[in-house]
């Protein structure tokens, strides 16, 4: 290894390379095709899913249940609360029960609004990425519980969808023992695909680096078919439904 | 590499073969495995609804994207780029490796941590880290088993479908320096201490890729662990090895594919997780990775391409169903196969992305050609047509001439030793396919001269009745034997679970 290159020198030219490679790379799937390159886009008839799924939808209440008949069949819980109020009580009895020493949730202003810190004196709770000094993925790992809003969710298969950003790290949903998400219920859709093509519309800039579905507890079945939660992620998950 | 049973000592498919048809646990345990994953996708396909539209509809759009695989692979490339990913090519699997470590070098890297990637497999990617110094940690359970062993995933979705829990133990207690039960929980909750640590400390996480998005330049990744969640968020460099064909247009599509492929791995409405990851952190984010690669492979792949009869294998999402359906794998299992790719998946890739279709006939001759896999493909690649068209092809690329001679050469001293006799019967079947018609041989040259000048000769059958003497004979004999009564009630167990539980139980990576 030449070290005297920066390591910035060092991308530039493994991008020329790539830049070069690109040309007969793709030149090469061309002339396999037996045609020269396409510029514009083909039409794409079969785009997504089958219209009669795309007209398919539940009403609130059928999200709902369905959405909780699910989680809870792949080892989730579900409770259904009416306020923040309701969400503050459930989230405190929980830690208390637990004795979760360390908590850590998300930066934004709902989360925020649970004052969380005067109800669990005992407790640390970290809100992410406050404190340039601290190391967040340390602090995430080492949580009993982290606590996150969830963007958007899917009834059909119990899905979660949490987006990154400056204020809401991904290892937050990822790392503590327990996940504790709050879902406010006008979030909740019938399909994944109602979630999925708010990414084709935002279109590429717009888009979080991480954006994850997150359909229950971890779980593995890789020891003799015996199934397994919590294995990397987090093993108890309780989604709080709101309003 | 070393091997443990199963995985090595045998030229052939049927050498692997008769090592693994003669380890009993081996036979239970992948028959259970495939039994639970097939009904758990029959239940799936059932409760959901319409499956012949959604595979037609996931057909299509596999047909599509690989029939514009230039077009769209351009697209992804250049939007990956603008998501500040560094893209990479490799049209070999060298190429890919020599990329990979030369990230790894330029990071001063000391530990890489893996989530599956089946690229990876065909690369032996490990062993190369390992060359330079560099400790590549497996961290999917499953995988992360095998890899103590020193064996390969012995089935795409469960790859240590092979290891019974007291063997895991043993390998796990080794690595831990201490006695740990043979009990599950205990066992993966060693693994979860274990790389936790690691996930923490590697400078770079590993990853396949499922899909990736041409529209946004973003890649996609199925699993039910977290472990992939953890590769692509806590090491500061990131590298995704994505073969060239794992396109799809854009998100919408991914709901079709996000329809498809959990139900047909293991039956679940969707896997735990499921992450579309758009470029590396954005500057202000506190975690996930600085630096993100992907590295395009072609590998063989693109020999495929312009193939009429192979070029829909492009098609393929990797979700092991053909492997479930197949009664050859059931009873063989994945190790058997040889190469990184088993089960009627297998049995078709591995000698098309290797060109070399002489030395792996055999493989194509491991199936009984039903059409099961067919049937339980969810974008409807016809493999068992293609075992046959590799048949085929071993006949003209020029092995036909020696058998065809072969053939000629009389009775006689064939038929003093039965060994012989069966070799003759196996090539008479490929001989024949020149002077068949119909089903009947009407030819008088060579051995059927006399025989021909008054009668016409059927063709023989796919199967003779000695070749399925032996098969039948080892069903009836494996069949009657009882069960291990701990066996025996773990699996009662487990369809006890699967009887209250619902789509729950099937999970796994």
Redesign the interface.
């Known amino acids: ?1 030449d070290t005297t290159k920066t ?1 910035e020198e ?2 530039r030219e ?2 020329e ?2 830049r070069a ?2 040309k007969t ?6 002339s ?3 045609r020269p ?3 514009d ?2 039409p ?7 219209d ?2 795309n007209a398919y939808e539940w009403n609130e209440q059928e999200r709902i249940n369905r959405f909780t008949d ?1 989680f809870v ?3 989730g819980h579900v409770q259904r609360l009416e306020t923040m109020e309701e969400v503050r009580g459930f989230i405190t009895d929980k830690a208390n029960e637990l004795s979760a020493k360390y908590i850590v949730r998300q930066n934004e202003p709902e989360l925020a609004g649970l004052n969380l810190e005067d109800e669990l004196p005992d407790a640390r709770i970290s809100v ?2 406050t404190d340039p000094e601290q190391h ?3 602090r ?2 080492e949580a009993d519980i982290g606590v996150v809003m969830v963007d958007y969710a899917a009834a ?4 979660m969808v949490v987006l ?3 204020d809401k ?3 937050v949903s ?1 790392l503590p023992t327990v996940l504790i998400a709050i879902i406010p219920v006008e979030r909740i859709k019938t ?3 109602e979630v ?2 708010q ?2 519309e935002s ?3 717009n ?22 939660i ?5 093993g108890v998950v309780y989604a709080l439904i709101v309003g | 590499m070393s091997h443990g049973p199963g995985t090595a000592g045998g030229a052939t498919v049927k050498e692997r073969a008769d090592l693994a048809l003669n380890n009993e646990f081996l036979r239970k345990a992948v028959k259970f495995t495939t039994e639970r994953l097939k009904n758990g996708k029959l239940k799936a396909m059932e409760e959901h609804g319409n499956w012949e539209e959604w595979r037609e509809r996931g057909r299509q759009i596999r047909l599509h994207t690989i029939a514009h695989l230039d077009y769209y692979l351009n697209m992804f490339v250049e939007n990956a780029r603008a998501n500040g990913v560094h893209v990479h090519f490799a049209e070999t699997a060298q190429e890919a490796v020599d990329i990979s470590l030369s990230i790894a070098e330029r990071k001063s890297a000391k530990s890489v941590v893996k989530s599956k990637s089946m690229v990876s497999e065909e690369l032996h990617l490990n062993h190369a880290l390992e060359s330079i110094g560099v400790e590549a940690i497996e961290t999917d359970l499953g995988e992360y088993i095998i890899q103590l062993a020193g064996e390969v995933p012995s089935h795409i979705i469960i790859p240590a479908i092979h290891k019974n829990r007291f063997q895991i133990a043993d390998l796990l207690s080794e690595d831990a320096g201490e006695k740990l039960e043979a009990d599950t929980k205990i066992l993966a909750g060693y693994v979860r201490r274990r790389l936790r640590a690691k996930f923490l400390e590697a400078d770079i996480g590993m990853t396949g890729c499922n899909f990736a998005i041409a529209e946004t330049g973003s890649m996609v990744l199925f699993e039910n662990e977290g472990n992939a969640r953890m590769v692509t968020t806590l090491p500061k460099t990131q590298i995704t090895l994505m073969g060239m064909e794992r396109i799809i247009p854009s998100w919408a599509d991914l709901e079709v594919m996000a329809t498809l492929l959990p139900r047909s791995a293991t039956g679940q409405k969707l896997t735990m997780y499921m992450s579309g990851i758009t470029g590396p952190r954005r500057a202000e984010d506190a975690d996930g990775p600085d630096e993100m690669h992907i590295i395009i492979v072609d590998n063989g792949r693109s020999l495929q391409l312009g193939d009429p009869e192979f070029q829909e294998l492009l098609n393929c999402i990797r979700c092991g169903a053909c492997l479930n359906a197949c009664p050859v794998y059931r009873h063989i299992g994945g190790h058997a196969y040889g190469g990184t790719y088993s089960g009627p998946i297998g049995a078709v890739l591995t000698p098309s992305l290797q060109k070399n279709i002489a030395e792996w006939d055999d493989i194509a001759n491991a199936s009984s050609l039903c059409g099961a896999c067919y049937e339980a493909c969810p974008v409807k690649i016809p493999l068992h047509d293609m075992l046959v068209y590799l048949r085929r092809r071993k006949v003209e690329a020029g092995y036909g001439n020696k058998i065809e001679n072969a053939g000629m050469k009389g009775f006689a001293t064939l038929l003093s030793k039965s060994g012989r006799f069966n070799t003759v019967i196996k090539l008479g079947k490929i001989g024949q396919k020149f002077i068949s018609r119909g089903g009947e041989i009407r030819l008088k040259v060579g051995p059927l001269a006399g025989w021909n000048t008054y009668r016409v000769t059927p063709t023989l059958p796919k199967k003779s009745f000695r070749q399925q003497w032996g098969t039948l004979d080892a069903e009836i004999r494996n069949g009657l034997q009882e069960m291990s009564p701990d066996i025996k009630k773990r699996m009662e167990h487990a369809i006890k679970d699967r009887a209250k539980g619902g789509g729950h139980g099937h999970g796994h990576n």
Do not use: C
Request: proline share 7%; charged share 20%.
């Open positions: 290894m390591h060092w991308l493994m991008e390379k790539s490679k690109q790379f793709i030149g090469g799937i061309s396999k095709l037996r390159m396409v510029d886009a083909p794409h008839p079969f785009r997504g899913s089958p009669f799924w699910n069949s792949v080892g992410w990425n967040w993925k340390a995430s790992a059909y298969t119990s899905s990154s950003s400056k790290g991904r290892s990822l399909r994944l695909g999925m093509v990414f084709d279109g590429r800039a888009l979080p680096a991480g954006i994850h579905f997150i359909s229950g507890p971890s779980r593995s079945s890789d020891i003799e078919n015996d199934l397994t919590g294995v990397h992620g987090p």
